[in-house]
């Protein structure tokens, strides 16, 4: 497969005028538009699983199992929204107050209207495709910005969504940097962007034109922790596995290692082990080991770590072997890292493991305050107090004890970072929310009882002494009152299941000839 040919510019903002025309005609609102896209969508990567797995290869060289998992929780996206899509929009009812007792008062679940998704290079299937399910399962019109860097996906992506999602509904755009910015000028309801953060900055400031609002997937250093008191086998096969995954080309992968002096040494083993258990000495024959996705970025990474390795203090453990025109890097752990060297600038976004020791949880919690807010902060320990204590005393977008990236697999679980590693969340129930608009709705039928009630809204009557009284005494919001309410809710939650219980355990007790109330005293 070959590059995928640009849109041209000219049909851009006719296609999004286009999507806007068809979102206001209703054509994307009702339930049974949404499950068929999404049936369409599963039935898709059910039949062409192996295209989609070949294209991954193609770009990445993804082994057969990095392949497959990446749209295997694509599908599990698709079934979990299309079995709750109808609970999830369901208008969800408010809290009444004096002014609203015989209403109807709910928040409508809508969709946006026209959004747009990019998508990245790195997992070019699943990034693109779970938000779509999601924007897709909400009612939107969507514009799809598949990788123009991964070329096997984006022509696989290319020619079969616009077959099998309502054209009138669903467009892609396809090129670089001159589509994407022309479409990025365009009237969108919502963006959707993953990728880099100074690219998720060009995205933002587009958005901030037309003030829309934007969902931003990025990344950063991800540090790992890991402490005097754990299994150094477990935590070394974990991390490694978790870094090399794509070669190291994933956002949520530990991009540095915080190392408690007692364990250094072994973990450093303990990773090289894991490496070769892997990958063998050989990684360049291994099918198991992906590849960087172009050669700008192997040269990219070549140079970090020579920058790197220049330096007197740091040592390399392990890998390291680069073959540009195979685009080829190897796993490279590194040992005697600084803060202020290169491979703690910017996040590597390759198979590079740099390991800082420090004295304790404490100074690792200080290095880790002390830098922008991480997608996901993994906390290597059997020390449960050590655990909290991390978790207590840092921010990022998830956390981690003794795992890696697994929280992508479970789908009722928000998925997102915060600060510099983004904003928003998508996956699951998430995901719909994030495209659908929360519409409050106050509906008040038209009769004397409600109309005498608002007589006393209407001036001058408002600021008589009779009204103002019963503002003060019944419209406004006493906190003792509210506390009393809340209490009350929370009885009536479980109260009419405790009574049914009971109901039942007296009736049994009644027929097996024992009588109702040792019945109920047996449960």
Known sequence: MGPTAPTPLADIAPTVASLHRTFVSGRTKPLAWRARQLRALHEFMEKHQDKIVLALQKDLHKSPAEALLEVVITMNETVTTLANLEEWSKPVRCAKNASTITDEVVVRNEPLGVVLIIGPWNFPFNLLIQPLISALGAGNCVVIKPSEISTATEELLTQFLTKILDPEAFKVVTGGVPETTLLLEQKFDHIFFTGSVPTGRIVMQAAAKHLTPVTLELGGKCPAYVDKDVNITYA???????????????????????????VKEKFVEACIKATRDMFTDTPENSSDYSRIITAAHVHRLQKLLNRQLALPHCKLEHGGKIDVDQRFVAPAIISGVRLEDPLM??????????????????????????????????????????????????????????????????????????????????????????????????????????????????????????????????????????????????????????????????????????GGVRGVAWL
């Open 345 to 514: 600038e910017d996040e590597n976004f390759g198979p590079f493991l740099p390991i800082v020791e420090v004295k304790d949880e404490d100074e690792a919690i200080a290095i880790i305050n002390s830098r922008p807010r991480a997608l996901s902060i993994y906390v290597l320990s059997d020390n449960s107090a050590v655990a909290h204590k991390l978790m207590n005393s840092t921010s990022s977008g998830s956390v981690n004890i003794n795992s890696f990236v697994f929280h992508l697999g479970v789908t009722d679980m928000p998925f997102g970072g915060i600060g510099n590693s983004g904003m928003g969340s998508y996956h699951g129930r998430a995901g719909f929310e994030t495209f659908t608009h929360k519409r409050g709705m106050v509906w008040k039928q038209n009769n004397i009882i409600t109309e005498a009630a608002h007589l006393l809204a209407y001036p001058p009557a408002a600021s008589t002494p009779l009204a103002l009284r019963l503002m003060t005494g019944v419209v406004t919001k006493s906190l003792r009152w509210a506390y009393f309410t809340s209490y009350v809710a929370k009885v009536f939650e479980w109260l009419p299941v405790k009574l049914a219980v009971i109901g039942v355990a007296f009736e049994a007790g009644r027929r097996l000839g024992w």
């Open 236 to 262: 070394a096969n974990r991390l490694m596995w978790a870094k090399t995954i794509n070669a190291g080309q994933v956002c949520l992968a530990p991009d540095y290692v915080l190392v408690h002096p007692a």
